[in-house]
Every structure is written in C-alpha cells, then in structure tokens.
C-alpha cells in the first residue's frame, strides 16, 4: 500500500529528531552536572555572571531541542486525527507525534521544577536573551503551555490507548511502505516512561498554580516597569545637569584632544578606564571620587590580534572604540566620546590574552542592550556602567568580584569596582587630570589614584 510521500518523509525526520533528543540525557535538565550551583547562589542572593551564561546556554539548548519536536509534533498531528478511530489507522505517525509529545512534557517538567523553586531562576529563565534569540517571558509561555487542560487530556487518553494496545504496533510499523518508520516501534519505551496518569483534578490543579503565578509575575512586572520609569526620568534628568560653580559655564574638559591621543596610545584591549566629570550632577549621589567605568576593545588592528569579533550588526569600529553603557544603552563609543571627561585612570588586568579575549567577547554579549536606571546588577537584560566590566571579567583567569548593597540594592559602584580590582592583580596603567597634574604612569599614576580614594 502507497504512503504519502511528504508524510513518510515526516516521519523519517521526526523518528531522527525525537531519537537524537531522547539520547541527550540533560534534556530539560538545567543544573546536570553543577549539583550546588543554585545552593551557592540563592545563599549570595544572586547569580554570578559566570552562571548566569551556564544556565543561559542550557536554556538556550533545551529551547533549541524543544523547537525541533513541536516542529515533529505539528508536521504529523494533522494526519493522526483526535480519537482511537483515526490514530488505528496512521498508527506510525501517531507512534510519532505521541512520542515527540511525551518528550516535551517530560522535559518542560524537569525544568519546571527547580525553576519553581528558585526566584532567582525564573526571573532569569524570563528575561530576553537576544544573542541566543529567546524572547523575553519565554518561561512563563512553557508554564501556560504545559498546563493547558484540555491538550493534557488528550496526551493521557493517547498514551493510554497507546499502552493497551501496545503488542498491535510493531508488526503494522514495519509495514509501512520503504520502512520509512521502520524504527518508529523504538519509541514505545519513551511513551511508557511518560509517568502521566493524572486526575481531572490534578490537572486543573496544576492549571491554578500556573494561574497564580501568572498574576503575581503580571503585577510584579507592572510595579518594577513603574519603578524603572521613575529612575529613568530622574536618572536622564541628573545625567544631562551640572553642578553650579564648580568650573566656569563653557569651560573645556580637562583631558585635551592632544593628552587624549597620548593615553590612547598606550591603552590595549581589556583595559579598564574609570572617568570623571568634575561638575557632574550625579558627583553627588554616588560614593567616592570615581563615578564611571567603561572597557577598552581597541582599534581594528588590535582586536584582529586578538582575535576578537564585534558583534553582528554592531557599526563598524576601526579606530580605538570603548563598549560603555550610558542613558542611551550598552554601545560601541570612539574615544573622542569616552574620553571627553575631567579625569581618567586606566586599570590593566594581569591576565592572559586568551582570558581578555574571553572577558571582552562576554562584554560584547549585552552590547545593544539598555540602561539600567534601578541598578540592580542581579538581572541582566539592562546594564550600567560598571556591570559591563562585571559581567566582561568575573570567573575569567580567576578574577570574581562581589556586588555590595547600596542604598538597598546589590550593585558594584566604580570606587568598589576599583578597589576589587586592585585586589585581583589589575595594576595602575595611567591618570589623567588628578590634581595638578596631566598625565601620570606608573608608581606616581598608583599615588595619584591612591589620593582620591583617600581624600588626600
């Protein structure tokens, strides 16, 4: 008897793909392999930028797999009707489509249940990743798909029928014109594996804890978009003021174009480049004498040296370019832009190239991204100024730094930044504008920094 040549071609690659997925044993498992990795983390109140990427890229491979069996799902449901009348006759797709989803169900659920446990996991799980192409909320559309009562009746009534007339399928399968489905029999151990025997109540259970869930992320989500748009307002309106009397209206920055070219000459791919407006507003609501931070990617010459790629569909950058986050977002920036400031000091990290090849090219993942007005360094979908040197070094060659609560958030100010760094082998490269002097190296650079931190 003559198959449907598009359906047999349906199955064969449905049959890869559930095969290929069912044989991963970490589908749907985010932590394998990193049994303490949520303890250590719920215990600092916040995930490292190093886990943050493991979790992400596990996500990101779940969601890939997951993709590639609703894709099998939606190809051979069609073709396998509703009700035991339609699946006995196309009992090699059915055998298909049941098992592909058996395999989401499972999945979804191993996922499901340490994320439901951990605040920290859902909110990141829910966050948009654009390098990797999850939109935002992607973990609560999980949670409302694998909830849906009336698809969950149906899977069980299938696997069920499925179970009771198990001895009937081998024979048929491999009877199917050119054994396009010879192997489909093989997913008979997935559908058993499925523990799916619920009750009407059970399912509408778990129905109301999703909706639950879905009200209080709803509202949570309503009140910190209130939040973000009041520091936006206040945050854009004290970045574009000026403190009065501190330097004369028109007055230029004390770093020249000439002592500007002078210091890009000398700085080199990773460097840390912590600055300051003398008469900046914002001067007085953070702490110490060093407000902002950017990295230094170089010029095209030495970023092909290193190796380092700018990101798709950034502009292209052939002199020397900073990745800074301001008010507008995370962006490249020459260093006309950066360096037009009052003060300047340079940390250079002590690490390997292939280290500061890592650091930077994790910068360069949030490149694009928005400013964050509240902050709060815990999530990672908008970034401020010193989090794009945090989420670039931190795990890389050893360097881990911590965030501190400030004014009841955790984030990692510049004077912290810089002292943290010092800590971790970073050394004094150059300042500019420090007291009376223009530019200093060096022992004499460490004094001059060593000055403002102290109030000397």
Known sequence: MATDPSLDSNLRRGLRAILAVAAGPTHGKLLSGHPRLLSRAEKRGYLSPEEDQLIRVRYAQYLAERASLVAVLDSLEPACGRGPADWEGCRPAFLTALAAACLLVTGT????????????????????????????????????????????????????????????????????????????????????????NPSREDIWRDRLRYRWFSFRRRHHSAWKRSLFEVFRWSGSLIADLHQPGVKPPGAPKRVSPALRDQLVARLEPGDVVVTRHEDALSNLFLPGFWPHASLYLGDAGQRDALGLELPAGAPAATGPHFLEARKDGVRLRPAADTLAVDAVVVLRPTLPAEAVHRALDNALQHWGKLYDFVFDFRRSERLACTEVIYRGFDGVGGVNFRLEEVGGRLCLPAEELIGQALEQGFRVVATLGIGRADFLTGRNAELALHGTRTGL
């Open 109 to 196: 659920r191993r996922l499901r249940r340490p994320v439901m446990h951990s605040r920290l996991l859902r909110k990141a799980l829910d966050e948009a990743d654009t390098r990797r192409g999850v939109p935002a909320k992607s973990f609560a559309g999980l949670y409302r798909a694998t909830t849906a009562p009336r698809r969950l009746h149906l899977l069980h009534a299938a696997q069920r029928w499925c179970l009771e007339h198990r001895s009937e399928f081998a024979p048929p399968a491999r009877e199917s014109a050119g054994g396009a489905v010879e192997g489909a029999v093989e997913l008979l151990p997935i559908i058993e594996a499925l523990d799916l």
